[in-house]
């Protein structure tokens, strides 16, 4: 558990409710707990924001025993999530909008170190779904190396939504998977905004994503053995985009 | 620490010594041990084998006070380490031979996940120095999903003189370095038994390694960043050297 990301107590938590600037996880209230004024402006404040919250049994507080919590605790993030429409109405860091969206990738270090190889290579953003992920938490924050702060995060509710969005915003979606048609190179990245989704390890992605992209690309393995990890295979895709677009900008000289 | 790695007493050290099939990554020796016939008996033949091996204060051995080790403990490999010889000696697995080198990678998670990117893409071998790497242990195994058990990892005890032998054995090596000359894309992998060599995250590839290779690429950077997770630097030069190989077999038909 990380210490370094909770805020406890009421009246901080409301506070936190209140601060437009400071992004939070998730929101646990114990079960055992009377209803006051304060605790019924939490939820209120919690649902009107969109703030995800759970009531949880009593017991689960026992691991805070050393501080006031008062059956209240905000997980927050150690950055400020971006908002998918204010993303898409500024301007891009190169001629097009290069997009990673996680799918379902549960494991804080592969979070942290995918999203330092997008920044690296220069996408725009990340697009994590705020049920089937890991957020952003100082373990992301480590394992990116800091590269969380460097590039939009953005948490939604559904990625089905968010991808609808972006296709209706003239970006073109590439979903991996391990039988999809064509090898992740023979797709071409170039003169296009691009959103590149990536499965869970397990699972893979979900297949209502999965219809609604315009490729499904495989990465070719050559043995009879189960599949890369995720934030291998994410790094290899986006290399490749980023590939393709140095050899082409360079052939146009 | 992990127990199921260890193997401890003289006898059992003295057993294992003799086994040609088990793999030994290091030995230590209490200091405070008197000297007896059994305790010579390893000295000698761990430096017949090249084990190595270490006297070290007895409070090293503190943690293990549950087993009866006589202070004697042998870390041992879940894998048999191959032969660099024996590895230029057999068939490869394909037209040519593919390798990686790794030297100086540290984190045992990280040496897993490249292992298993080598044995998605099909490579031949992962030579790591016995001095300056992390070595296969039972972290490794987990985290290269098992892959550990598909490929050939080669330990020595110089990676100069495991270069130099590649390169009188007819193969080209690549070396990845933050200041290299070209992209790692603009060299041709192809039609060649190649190395690539991966340096440590924070020191990289070292000097006379760097001077040893023919080929220095750097992996292209779009922000004043620090530079990729050694796991994915890996990941995209593997897959680029596949992608090149397995295109420019599709254009020959």
Same mark, same amino acid.
């Given at each position: 558990?990380?210490?370094?990301?909770?805020? *406890? +107590?009421?009246? !901080?938590?409301?506070?936190?409710?209140?601060?437009?600037?400071?992004?939070?996880?998730?929101?646990?209230?114990?079960?055992?707990?009377?209803?006051?004024? @304060?605790?019924? %402006?939490?939820?209120?404040?919690?649902? /009107? @924001?969109?703030?995800? =919250?759970? =009531?949880?049994?009593? %017991?689960?507080?026992?691991?805070?025993? +050393?501080?006031?919590?008062?059956?209240?605790?905000? *997980?927050?993030?150690?950055?400020?999530?971006?908002?998918?429409?204010? =993303?898409l109405?500024?301007?891009?860091?190169?001629?097009y909008k290069k997009i990673?969206?996680?799918?379902?990738?549960?494991?804080?270090?592969?979070?942290?170190?995918?999203?330092?190889?997008?920044?690296? /290579?220069?996408?725009? !953003?990340?697009?994590?779904?705020?049920?089937?992920?890991?957020?952003?938490?100082?373990?992301?924050?480590?394992?990116?190396?800091?590269?969380?702060?460097?590039?939009?995060?953005?948490?939604?509710?559904?990625?089905?939504?968010?991808v609808?969005l972006l296709k209706k915003s003239d970006f073109w979606v590439?979903?991996?998977?391990?039988?999809?048609?064509?090898?992740?190179?023979?797709?071409?990245?170039?003169?296009m905004n691009f959103a590149?989704?990536?499965?869970?390890?397990?699972?893979?992605?979900?297949?209502?994503?999965?219809?609604? /992209?315009d &490729?499904?690309?495989?990465?070719?393995?050559?043995?009879? &053995?189960?599949?890369?990890?995720?934030?291998? /295979?994410?790094?290899?895709?986006? *290399?490749?985009?980023?590939?393709?677009?140095?050899?082409?900008?360079? =052939?146009?000289?």
């Amino acid at each position: 558990m990380e210490n370094n990301n909770i805020i *406890y +107590g009421k009246n !901080a938590v409301l506070e936190l409710l209140k601060n437009e600037k400071r992004s939070i996880n998730k929101l646990v209230i114990s079960k055992g707990l009377n209803r006051d004024n @304060k605790i019924d %402006e939490i939820v209120n404040l919690s649902k /009107a @924001k969109g703030v995800m =919250f759970q =009531f949880v049994p009593k %017991e689960k507080f026992l691991q805070y025993k +050393g501080i006031n919590h008062q059956g209240v605790i905000a *997980y927050v993030a150690p950055i400020e999530y971006v908002e998918l429409d204010d =993303f898409l109405s500024k301007e891009g860091k190169s001629d097009y909008k290069k997009i990673i969206i996680l799918d379902g990738v549960e494991d804080p270090h592969n979070l942290g170190s995918i999203i330092r190889t997008a920044v690296c /290579a220069g996408f725009d !953003a990340v697009i994590i779904s705020q049920h089937r992920s890991t957020l952003c938490s100082a373990t992301v924050e480590k394992t990116s190396a800091g590269a969380i702060n460097y590039i939009d995060i953005i948490k939604v509710n559904s990625l089905v939504n968010a991808v609808e969005l972006l296709k209706k915003s003239d970006f073109w979606v590439i979903a991996a998977e391990a039988d999809g048609k064509d090898n992740y190179f023979e797709v071409d990245y170039t003169g296009m905004n691009f959103a590149i989704v990536m499965g869970a390890e397990h699972s893979g992605v979900s297949r209502t994503l999965k219809k609604q /992209a315009d &490729f499904l690309v495989k990465i070719p393995m050559f043995n009879e &053995f189960n599949s890369l990890n995720v934030s291998n /295979a994410t790094s290899i895709l986006i *290399y490749e985009a980023t590939r393709q677009i140095m050899q082409k900008s360079t =052939f146009k000289i």
